[in-house]
T-cell receptor, first 117, second 112 residues
Framework: GAVVSQHPSWVICKSGTSVKIECRSL??????MFWYRQFPKQSLMLMAT?????????EQGVEKDKFLINHASLTLSTLTVTSAHPEDSSFYIC?????????????FGPGTRLTVL | QQQVKQSPQSLIVQKGGISIINCAYE??????FPWYQQFPGKGPALLIA?????SEKKEGRFTISFNKSAKQFSLHIMDSQPGDSATYFC???????????FGKGTRLSVIA
């Protein structure tokens, strides 16, 4: 149980285009999903917290107009990187909080490697 | 300001040995302390987690030791195997919908 999937697993795009990444909780309902980015050999950096049916909360320094997050259902959240540039190339990982667990147990997706040319 | 400090940055252990990774936190409101294992190109996988009402938790070869007064917790991997070679992250959070705060990670290499 507690499986989180991401699609696509990798994507290459041209500078200036937009890319959408999907995050799904396959066997549980996720009221909250989190989006992270990770640069090589570095830790995970939280980008935003996404609650189903409401606007995402972005971390300081993360451009909300560039990284659009939508959490339309209890099993799906999407991250759209708009007008992507080479500096947006990174490993994007989502996580989902397991339902009503009293503690903040989170399960991570396999990540999406974005390369912007 | 980093709220969870993790050490060492990298660790090399002989097969069969004990791997020990340490973390220290600052926020006394933290009440959930998980460890994640990450292989290259993959997302982190929850390994084991502890709450502050216990001082130790063991699952198979993995043990978390927790020292509330020192605000420290550690991961011990007994009988380390080459397949354990990965990056390990400690994290902490406050129960509820708050995000996890991650340490910077430890790259473990288990050599035969």
């Amino acid at each position: 149980g507690a499986v989180v999937s991401q699609h696509p697993s990798w994507v290459i795009c041209k500078s200036g285009t937009s890319v959408k990444i999907e995050c799904r909780s396959l066997d549980f309902q996720a009221t909250t999903m989190f989006w992270y980015r990770q640069f090589p050999k570095q830790s995970l950096m939280l980008m935003a917290t996404s609650n189903e049916g409401s606007k995402a909360t972005y971390e300081q320094g993360v451009e909300k107009d560039k990284f659009l997050i939508n959490h339309a259902s209890l099993t799906l959240s999407t991250l759209t990187v708009t007008s992507a540039h080479p500096e947006d190339s990174s490993f994007y990982i989502c996580s989902a909080r397991a339902g009503l667990a009293p503690y903040n147990e989170q399960f991570f997706g396999p990540g999406t490697r974005l390369t912007v040319l | 300001q980093q709220q969870v400090k993790q050490s060492p940055q990298s660790l090399i252990v002989q097969k069969g040995g004990i791997s020990i990774i340490n973390c220290a936190y600052e926020n006394t409101a933290f009440d959930y302390f998980p460890w994640y294992q990450q292989f290259p190109g993959k997302g982190p996988a929850l390994l084991i987690a502890i709450r502050p009402d216990v001082s130790e938790k063991k699952e198979g070869r993995f043990t978390i030791s927790f020292n509330k007064s020192a605000k420290q917790f550690s991961l011990h991997i007994m009988d380390s195997q080459p397949g354990d070679s990965a990056t390990y992250f400690c994290a902490a959070s406050i129960s509820g919908n708050t995000p996890l705060v991650f340490g910077k990670g430890t790259r473990l290499s288990v050599i035969a």
